[in-house]
């Protein structure tokens, strides 16, 4: 979509750019897998290396990939999933220094889209932006999420329930930056309209219903219940 954007990039480069990301993606998952298994097997890495090893793992991915003009984003997404292939019994204690440079990195990214926000009101919203937040809210993402998991053995309200529940906001606010990276003029304020209002909906409308929703999941529908009658006196 992105592509399709840019009138300067043809779907052919896009395609080239991901295969790019792919073999670079692979390639660092699985070799940087097998490099830090047999480092712990030797002895020859701590523990505290081995976490920073990983991390090094998408830096090298992502860097890997831009040098060879392909798509950093997903060569790094490639090769966490590459890893975890090649390396399934890697330690869960081994993605601590990843988790807190993501949850970093999480921090800064809100601290942009805070930026975003007073702009995006303050120029004036078109109605369009508020009608497609709504799709993306429901259809948009709820629908593609139910056609994955046609063929499991899931209820249908729980495959509804992980479409309109399911990844939000993050990664939303990640894909509009790279966009607003790549696009200039009235097509940037498009992208950063929609992401703002998007999130902010999905912020108030995930954010009010989460509770409710739990509750009602795990005790059911709220029923009208009658006070139990005390039993009659014993006057015999």
Same mark, same amino acid.
């Given at each position: 979509?992105?592509?399709?954007?840019?009138?300067?990039?043809?779907?052919?480069?896009?395609?080239?750019?991901?295969?790019?990301?792919? $073999?670079?993606?692979?390639?660092?998952?699985?070799?940087?897998?097998?490099? $830090?298994?047999?480092?712990?097997?030797?002895?020859?890495?701590?523990?505290?290396?081995?976490?920073?090893?990983?991390?090094?793992?998408?830096?090298?991915?992502?860097?890997?990939?831009?040098?060879?003009?392909?798509?950093?984003?997903?060569?790094?997404?490639?090769?966490? $999933?590459?890893? *975890?292939?090649?390396?399934?019994?890697?330690?869960?204690?081994?993605?601590?220094?990843?988790?807190?440079?993501?949850?970093?990195?999480?921090?800064?990214?809100?601290?942009?889209?805070?930026?975003?926000?007073?702009?995006?009101?303050?120029?004036?919203?078109?109605?369009?932006?508020?009608?497609?937040?709504?799709?993306?809210?429901?259809?948009?993402?709820?629908?593609?999420?139910?056609?994955?998991?046609?063929?499991?053995?899931?209820?249908?309200?729980?495959?509804?329930?992980?479409?309109?529940?399911?990844?939000?906001?993050?990664?939303?606010?990640?894909?509009?930056? $790279?966009?607003?990276?790549?696009?200039?003029?009235?097509?940037?304020?498009?992208?950063?309209?929609?992401?703002?209002?998007?999130?902010?909906?999905?912020?108030?409308?995930?954010?009010?219903?989460?509770?409710?929703?739990?509750?009602?999941?795990?005790?059911?529908? *709220?029923?009208?219940?009658?006070?139990? *009658?005390?039993?009659?006196?014993?006057?015999?």
């Amino acid at each position: 979509m992105l592509a399709g954007a840019l009138a300067t990039v043809d779907v052919q480069s896009v395609l080239i750019e991901l295969l790019i990301a792919l $073999i670079a993606g692979v390639v660092v998952g699985v070799g940087g897998a097998k490099l $830090i298994t047999m480092a712990r097997h030797l002895r020859w890495s701590t523990v505290e290396a081995e976490r920073v090893g990983v991390l090094a793992l998408a830096i090298t991915a992502f860097s890997a990939a831009e040098v060879l003009h392909g798509n950093g984003f997903v060569a790094a997404f490639v090769a966490g $999933i590459a890893t *975890r292939a090649t390396a399934p019994g890697m330690p869960r204690s081994s993605l601590q220094t990843v988790e807190d440079f993501s949850t970093v990195l999480s921090a800064a990214v809100w601290f942009v889209f805070g930026s975003l926000i007073v702009p995006a009101f303050m120029d004036g919203l078109e109605w369009r932006v508020f009608v497609y937040a709504f799709l993306s809210l429901t259809l948009i993402r709820m629908l593609p999420v139910a056609l994955s998991l046609l063929g499991t053995h899931l209820p249908w309200r729980e495959r509804w329930a992980l479409g309109f529940w399911g990844p939000r906001g993050l990664d939303s606010m990640v894909l509009g930056i $790279i966009a607003l990276e790549q696009l200039s003029g009235l097509d940037a304020d498009w992208v950063a309209d929609v992401v703002v209002v998007v999130i902010s909906l999905s912020i108030l409308v995930h954010g009010l219903s989460a509770r409710y929703f739990a509750r009602w999941w795990l005790h059911g529908p *709220r029923t009208r219940r009658h006070p139990p *009658r005390e039993p009659a006196a014993d006057v015999s």
